[in-house]
């Protein structure tokens, strides 16, 4: 099988995160991504440390497997380069805040009449409609105004970021998504779609339960740190080596529990007869629970879960889980070849698993700046 988006090209304007994370997707997948860059700077997480021989590690894991072409869209020889690759594209992406593309005379309705087979993917803090649609956004302030840090940290503490940056990576995730719906359709209609995504709209969109928790009880969710704030038992405990994870999210998980651990009593604790009365009763069954665990290390009480069948495992830092055997195992480690030849960046892979298609991403690499020009100019006149 080829890949799934094989003979679909994509031109990406974008640039640092949510954009590219949407054509790194694409180009997972199959399609061609064509970056074009500013001359002599680049994107600018080409500046963005670590770096190995000048490369940056950061640009080369979300920018595997595309080409580079620097182009100066106020140049106009450029520009009609750049208006020859438009007409052999399927998909532009683009992350500028609104307005941009229309003062530089690309913007939707320009290209849709120009081109109406192009889909045009945007992503942007606010999104291009709304009041607030021209304002600046980064990660952190969407992740601050959709509510997810007030439920993100320590009860009775300040509240924090995700450790991620789940503001621009889910906005990125999104468009992928769009705009590949976007190709579905147009299979039917022949034209092409705006995709519109806003990084705000995609932090609210991932609250699912606090916010029909909102709704429903009047009151917004508090902050609870590992724990789930309506399954218990459902976060950290310590053992005598240190915290790992239970997650017994219904009534015959919590029994397997029970038994594993040698708490056979509580099951006919009324205090802790359903989920409801858990909840209710959670800082004491979290004590009842690690007055046991504690006597042992982590590994023996996850051994003796996991044979019951209960979800449980270890709290691993960025090194152990990059060495887990299940994550290996489904080539979710990728070697990138490094621009000098020499030793290969690692990367996170490819975690959308397609039977018959290749996920290895052997052959992806980081392009230079600029390193595809010849490339471009020779698809260009293929005719």
């Not at 106020?74 to 520009?79: G, P």
């Not at 509240?159 to 719906?181: E, K, N, W």
């Not at 609870?224 to 704030?229: F, K």
């Not at 708490?263 to 800082?283: E, I, Q």
Request: with cysteine; net charge neutral; proline share 6%.
């Amino acid at each position: 099988m080829s890949s799934p988006l094989s003979g679909i090209t994509v031109i990406d304007l974008s640039h640092v995160l949510a954009g590219p994370y949407c054509t790194m997707v694409l180009s997972d997948l199959g399609a061609r991504v064509i970056k074009v860059e500013q001359p002599e700077v680049g994107d600018d997480t080409r500046h963005f440390p670590p770096f190995r021989a000048r490369e940056s590690a950061y640009f080369a894991a979300i920018n595997r497997g595309k080409e580079s072409i620097a182009l100066n869209l106020k140049d106009d020889a450029d520009r009609a380069l750049f208006e020859r690759m438009l007409p052999k594209a399927d998909i532009l992406v683009e992350n500028y805040r609104p307005g941009v593309m229309e003062r530089l005379g690309y913007g939707w309705e320009v290209l849709h009449a120009k081109f109406p087979r192009l889909i045009y993917g945007a992503v942007s803090g606010f999104g291009h409609t709304g009041p607030e649609a021209m304002k600046p956004a980064y990660d952190m302030v969407v992740q601050a105004r959709s509510g997810l840090m007030s439920i993100t940290g320590e009860a009775n503490r300040e509240p924090v970021r995700v450790g991620a940056s789940v503001g621009d990576i889910v906005g990125g995730m999104f468009l992928a998504q769009g705009v590949t719906a976007a190709l579905y359709e147009r299979v039917q209609s022949g034209l092409g779609r705006k995709v519109d995504i806003a990084m705000l709209d995609g932090q609210l969109a991932i609250l699912e339960h606090a916010i029909a928790i909102t709704n429903e009880t009047g009151c917004s969710p508090k902050r609870s740190g590992a724990r789930h704030p309506s399954i218990t038992p459902f976060e950290t405990f310590h053992a005598k080596n240190g915290l790992f994870v239970i997650a017994a999210g219904n009534d015959v998980l919590f029994g397997r529990m029970c038994k594993a651990l040698g708490l056979g009593p509580l099951l006919d604790d009324p205090r802790f007869a359903t989920n409801a009365a858990r909840c209710k009763h959670v800082k004491i069954l979290k004590r009842m629970i690690e007055m046991v665990t504690l006597e042992h290390k982590k590994k023996h009480w996850i051994g003796l879960l996991e044979a019951a069948g209960v979800p449980c495992g270890p709290i691993q830092n960025v090194a152990k889980a990059m060495e887990d055997p299940q994550i290996q195992a489904r080539n979710m480690v990728v070697e990138l070849a490094a621009p000098d030849g020499g030793k290969p960046f690692l990367a996170a892979g490819n975690p959308i698993k397609i039977s018959g298609m290749d996920d290895t991403l052997k052959d992806a690499r980081a392009p230079m700046l600029d390193g595809d020009r010849q490339v471009v100019l020779d698809w260009l006149d293929e005719g």
